[in-house]
């Protein structure tokens, strides 16, 4: 069992940076990758960005490539999410998730993700 709790969201102008955090208790944290998923209003939860065990691969959405940074500290068991040049279509809750063992070609999709965080909301103003 993992326990996720997210931080760092709230309230930022367009154009403006956050950095959000994924802190971790519970099971070997350095064996997980984490992936990054947002939802705005509706049915769909996004994918946002992941990160293998050993930080040498990432993946980005194509929305946040260039814009949003993940990387993490497993001495820490912290993921973090560093979002720049932030636009409105940027709002929604953000979510944190972990996985052992996920394959490359499920890495995007959330059902394959066994832990989850609560989320935590980012608003992006005009």
């Known amino acids: 069992q993992v326990q996720l709790v997210e931080s760092g969201g709230g309230l930022v102008q367009a154009g403006g940076s956050l950095r959000l955090s994924c802190s971790a208790s519970?099971?070997?944290?350095?064996?997980?990758?984490i992936g990054w998923f947002r939802q705005a209003p509706g049915p769909e939860r996004e994918f946002v960005a992941a990160?293998?065990?050993?930080?040498?691969?990432?993946y980005y959405a194509d929305s946040v490539k260039g814009r949003f940074t993940i990387s993490r500290d497993n001495a820490k068991s912290t993921v973090y999410l560093q979002m720049d040049i932030l636009k409105p279509d940027d709002t929604a809750v953000y979510y944190c998730a972990a996985d052992t063992g996920i394959i490359l070609s499920s890495i995007r999709f959330g059902r394959n993700y066994d832990y989850w965080g609560p989320g935590t909301q980012v608003t992006v103003s005009s």
């Open positions: 990160i293998r065990w050993n930080s040498r691969h990432t």
């Open positions: 519970g099971r070997t944290f350095r064996d997980h990758t």
